[in-house]
């Protein structure tokens, strides 16, 4: 695995630091951002996908990626595009 850094959340200072990377190999998008708390997962259980169980699979969770750093997202789908594209 060779992650390319994309951005860190520019609000987060020195710790809690949500950040975006791309896997060259697989273009995979992988983040760090705060973990959901029990009322957001509860919901996303409860809205799940039509014919899909409602749970959250082992190996998922749920993640809250804050809304500004949405250009940082974009960033880091740009990049996996263009790794794709390499390919």
Known sequence: MSLQF????????????PTA?????TRDIV?????????TL?????????GHDNTIP???TVIRIPAH???IL?????AAERAAAVR
Not at 6 to 17: A, F, H, L, R
Not at 21 to 25: H, K, S
């Open 6 to 17: 994309i951005g860190v959340d520019p609000e987060s200072g020195q710790t809690g630091s």
């Open 42 to 50: 509860a919901e996303c259980i409860e809205k799940n996908a039509p």
């Open 58 to 60: 082992p190996g998922e």
């Open 21 to 25: 990377w791309v896997d060259a190999a």
């Open 74 to 78: 974009r960033e880091a789908c740009d």
């Open 31 to 39: 983040l760090q951002s705060y973990t959901a708390d029990e009322a």
């Open 69 to 71: 750093m949405i250009p």
